[in-house]
């Protein structure tokens, strides 16, 4: 069984066959006009070029999404790609795959299957910490709710109701106090200037006031939503992954601290501990998808 798995990103997008001969991978960055037409002409394109020589023809592909997609297949909203909105995935990924099967899930989703099938654990919470805060519950080896019910927004659980305001319009969500951009721009208000990344990563390895009320302040939202999402649905495990935090030494240990110190007496938080598939965990939950891992 040969199939292909692609992560759609808002900059880049990466893709992977799996199957009886060797993977193949590649990763290539949209075009920078933002147009659906040359995204499209792009993804036709690398696709082709990766497998172009394949000896087997494709028996299912999986991909993971973040745009919110409708059950007839639009895209409804992706504020990183917005030509793409009203897009038909179904009409788009046949033309592409006549024959093959297609199978797409949002790509916070996915990266939870992949990371508690890297895991080996049937019962995960996972969250992705980046540009903004993906994730997803996988509860029996399934994801919840499953990709035909919505995807799971864990960055859009509320944790401070006065809290910063979210893109999505409301106060208070985890993604609107803990991602990556909201947690430099809270960084760069307390030192008093802008803050980069790598600043912010000196300043905490140098113990510095401004980088750990930052870092706290992110961790203590993610930690309220982990309290949260294990007072719901009583996970074996949480895992802490995406870019902002697997660029950060220890930040893992830190979240753990502050949701165990959460816990209520005899309801002991799960445990909680850093992702290892860092940046391709989304990548490796579409092959699952191809594979036909359970997606619920």
């Known amino acids: 069984m040969t199939v292909l ?25 949209w075009p920078r006009t933002g147009s659906v037409a040359d995204d499209l002409e792009a993804l036709t394109g690398n696709i082709r070029a990766l497998l172009d020589g394949s000896p087997q023809p494709l028996d299912a592909v999986g991909v993971a999404m973040p745009a919110t997609v409708g059950p007839d297949g639009l895209v409804t909203t992706w504020p990183g790609r917005p030509s793409w909105t009203g897009l038909d995935l179904r009409a788009t990924f046949r033309s592409l795959f006549p024959g093959s099967p297609v199978l797409w899930g949002d790509d916070g989703d996915l990266a939870a299957l992949a990371e508690a099938h890297d895991a080996d654990c049937q019962d995960v919470v996972y969250l992705g910490v980046g540009t903004g805060i993906g994730g997803g519950i996988v509860l029996d080896g399934r994801l919840c709710p499953g990709t035909t019910r919505g995807s799971c927004e864990v960055g859009h659980v509320i944790v401070d109701p006065h809290g910063p305001h979210c893109d999505c319009g409301r106060r208070g969500c985890v993604q609107a106090v803990a991602s990556g951009p909201a947690t430099l721009r809270r960084a760069g208000r307390l030192r008093g200037t802008a803050v980069s990344f790598a600043e912010l990563a000196d300043g905490l390895h140098h113990d510095q006031d401004w980088a750990t009320t930052a870092i706290g302040e992110t961790c203590d939202a993610l ?30 240990g830190t979240v753990a601290e502050r949701a165990h110190a959460l816990a209520r007496p005899g309801h002991p938080v799960a445990p909680v501990r850093a992702a290892s598939l860092g940046g391709l965990s989304s990548l490796h939950g579409a092959v699952l998808l191809a594979r036909g891992t359970p997606p619920g």
Do not use: M, Q
Request: proline share 7%; hydrophobic share 45%; aromatic share 6%.
């Open 223 to 252: 930690a309220v939503a982990i309290v949260n999402l294990n007072e719901l649905v009583r996970p074996a495990l949480v895992l802490i992954g995406g870019g902002f935090a697997d660029g950060l030494p220890g930040f893992a």
């Open 5 to 29: 798995g692609i992560d759609v990103g808002g900059t880049k997008v990466a893709l992977r066959t799996d199957g009886s001969t060797p993977s193949r991978s590649a990763v290539f960055p």
